[in-house]
């Protein structure tokens, strides 16, 4: 291997601190800023809109997602800034 | 690691004793205190108020639910008010 | 902890012998009295109603639930009555 | 614990040689004879009907179920009987 | 226990040789000779019909079934023969 | 046990070099050669034809797929061919 | 075995540093360079394009897919580039 592996949970744990975007299967949506995960990724969120284009965004002050629902996790919020940070 | 990870069982841990709001894989969900939870994420609720927009709220003296289909658990219970103390 | 932890399995344990509310993922709902139940929280149920309000209520002598399906558990049997009890 | 905990794959134990009645995830019924079964509630009946109120019941001389797929076990096998004699 | 218990595996092993007839979560139904089976209840299958009655029955030569998959296990084939030999 | 039990495993090792045609639970199909397999049953496929049906076949020229979702797997490649000669 | 075992993992670990293209359950797509993966799949992908013929493609600078939702993946980035060149 030349190339250095990138680990998922080593790329999660960067994030700590900073905004993510979290898609659910099923499609909940949730932009927060990362306060903790454990092996199984289940993910504590703070400071959270769910985001939600048919009934309204939604303010959520703090959450805990189900690692086994979480579909994908973006780092840097919204899925449109850039997010160039957390690999220095 | 320059910022605390912050565990989800731990998160839970501190919400026992206080209000919650739970939403199932499906859909279902239940605002109520928490009295307890395992490494599985089963949660036992108090004075539960399983949320139904269609066929209307019900009260719950006491429930047990699978952690399997928890999708997100959110402390404060309803979703709405701000939740500051837990973590201090 | 400043708050004792109610362990789910303890809460079922305390409810053998006592009427209990099973409702499973895809709906069906069980109300009858708990005779045991395993780690996997399979449980066995007597004198069973299995609630069905469109084809009609039927009574089951004796049934096996398998846990892996159980998506919510009621103590007191149909949701509606107070049961404060169990927990003494 | 003051009532004893009737474990669930004890019932399913007694049951053996006796008519049961099993509803699988997808809404499947089979009732027949309970020939034996393991840790996983893997099932082997004999003498099987297939329940099927829309195509017609089909007679199936022996079958396997696989425990996953299990969401009910009843013993007794049609719902309607009572079954008070395997728990002696 | 007053009665021998047939463990599931016992069954599927006695099968082998013979006939059986497979029903697949999500409907899929193939009747074929069983070659194999590990623990996990994977079947190899030769001589095999996917019995489709809306697109038709297709002849496949042999097939390997994931175990996940399979819901229910029929000896003898086609759900209609009598199949009383292989417990001999 | 008289007849000798072919390992599902096994059948899949035979294949290594062969063409194999693949259903996804889902209902994805893909024929190709299969180069390699774990004991996850994922496995990789070389010279891909993915089926449909509907949008017309796809050329992949390698893929890997996730054994969870796998359903069945025939040896020979597209389901019509025969397929005598893996075995010896 | 006359043929060598190419192991889905190795064939993951090769493709570090190049374009794969992955189709998760339930049909989102995604393009995008891998950065790293653990052994439950769990992947990592960078300047990543969600590909959604509906409501238009999508750039994602960094995502994390989870494994468990990984349907199939492919070498080389959309599906349609020749990729000859990682297995040497």
Same mark, same amino acid.
Request: proline share 6%; net charge negative.
């Given at each position: 291997?030349?190339?250095?592996?990138? %680990?998922? %949970?080593? %790329?999660?744990?960067? =994030? *700590?601190?900073?905004? /993510?975007?979290? *898609?659910?299967?099923?499609?909940?949506? @949730?932009? +927060?800023? %990362?306060?903790? @995960? !454990? !092996?199984?990724? &289940?993910?504590?969120?703070?400071?959270?809109?769910? /985001? !939600?284009? /048919? +009934?309204?965004?939604?303010?959520?002050?703090? *959450?805990?997602?189900?690692? &086994?629902?979480? =579909?994908?996790?973006?780092?840097? +919020?919204? +899925?449109?800034?850039? @997010?160039? !940070?957390?690999?220095?």
């Amino acid at each position: 291997m030349t190339t250095e592996n990138v %680990l998922p %949970l080593e %790329l999660i744990d960067k =994030c *700590i601190g900073s905004p /993510i975007w979290v *898609i659910m299967n099923g499609g909940k949506e @949730f932009a +927060g800023r %990362l306060l903790g @995960f !454990d !092996d199984y990724v &289940n993910m504590v969120l703070e400071d959270v809109t769910e /985001i !939600d284009p /048919i +009934g309204g965004d939604k303010k959520l002050p703090k *959450i805990l997602l189900n690692g &086994n629902n979480v =579909c994908m996790m973006v780092p840097g +919020g919204d +899925g449109v800034s850039t @997010f160039d !940070d957390e690999e220095k």
